[in-house]
């Protein structure tokens, strides 16, 4: 009988903690990696919706568990309509209430990021049920700042995607890429290294006008070594791309 009576007890439990767990949704609804740069005098935004989904009112609490930045850089929350201070991991902080959430409401989180160098930061966010702590979901935000460069362009007649060589090459630090759009296109101009993984995004699919451009990339400002580079022009129907060498 005993038996029978702990077991009851241990489904009620079961069937009542996945019933929570399954009150609620909290994802991220930016990017995988936000990207912006260390010249912006607004942050980078990344965002994130927490939903109640639930027949009931429910309160709900944030917290920071993982602030993976660069020197230099600060990342601040905003949630249940405040903003508050870089230091505060838990939203809201006493004495703030909880949020609470009406069936099928939703509260967006948004994280503030600012920073001086180059890099990129990796924030965890956990939403958990004020009422029982256990109950939580988990989502990641990553932020991408590259230092600003400077994008010359040229208005005239083109009559086909060029990119050209970069100029000098090799280079030390700095180097100056042109190509050529015909059409007014979204654009991204991505270095890789040798592995084939990006190292810097000077342009992040960005709508450009028909004409020519020209970029002065700047090794130095995203901390490369020297060695092998390839670097990329990405548009809706054409790519190409060409190597480099950076020596030091």
């Known amino acids: 009988m005993k038996k029978i009576i702990f077991i009851a007890v241990l489904l009620f439990f079961l069937i009542n903690i996945n019933s929570y767990a399954q009150s609620?949704?909290?994802?991220?609804?930016?990017?995988?990696?936000v990207q912006g740069d260390?010249?912006?005098?607004?942050?980078?935004?990344?965002?994130?919706?927490?939903?109640?989904?639930?027949?009931?009112?429910?309160?709900?609490?944030?917290?920071?568990?993982?602030?993976?930045?660069?020197?230099?850089?600060?990342?601040?929350?905003?949630?249940?309509?405040?903003?508050?201070?870089?230091e505060t991991d838990t939203l809201p902080p006493a004495?703030?209430?909880?949020?609470?959430?009406?069936?099928?409401?939703?509260?967006?989180?948004?994280?503030?990021?600012?920073?001086?160098?180059?890099?990129i930061g990796t924030i965890v966010i956990k939403a958990y049920l004020f009422t029982n702590p256990a109950i939580y979901q988990m989502d990641t935000f990553r932020v991408q700042l590259n230092y600003p460069s400077i994008v010359k362009y040229k208005n005239e007649i083109v009559q086909d995607y060029n990119l050209k060589q970069n100029f000098p090459n090799p280079f030390n630090p700095s180097t100056l890429i042109e190509f050529s759009i015909p059409q007014n296109n979204y654009v991204s101009l991505v270095i890789y290294n040798v592995l084939?993984?990006?190292?810097?995004?000077?342009?992040?699919?960005?709508?450009?006008?028909?004409?020519?451009?020209?970029?002065?990339?700047?090794?130095?400002?995203?901390?490369?070594s020297s060695g092998l580079y390839f670097y990329a022009l990405i548009t809706e129907n054409y790519r190409d791309s060409k190597k480099m060498v950076l020596t030091k």
């Open 24 to 33: 609620f949704e909290f994802y991220r609804i930016s990017p995988p990696i």
């Open 38 to 86: 260390t010249s912006s005098f607004t942050p980078t935004v990344t965002k994130g919706i927490l939903k109640n989904t639930s027949s009931t009112a429910l309160s709900f609490k944030y917290v920071r568990v993982l602030n993976d930045l660069p020197p230099t850089w600060i990342s601040q929350l905003c949630a249940g309509g405040y903003c508050f201070s870089p």
């Open 196 to 224: 084939g993984n990006e190292v810097a995004r000077l342009i992040d699919n960005q709508l450009l006008k028909a004409g020519s451009y020209s970029i002065d990339f700047n090794a130095s400002r995203f901390n490369l």
């Open 95 to 119: 004495p703030f209430p909880p949020i609470v959430l009406q069936p099928n409401q939703i509260d967006t989180i948004t994280i503030d990021v600012m920073g001086l160098v180059a890099g």
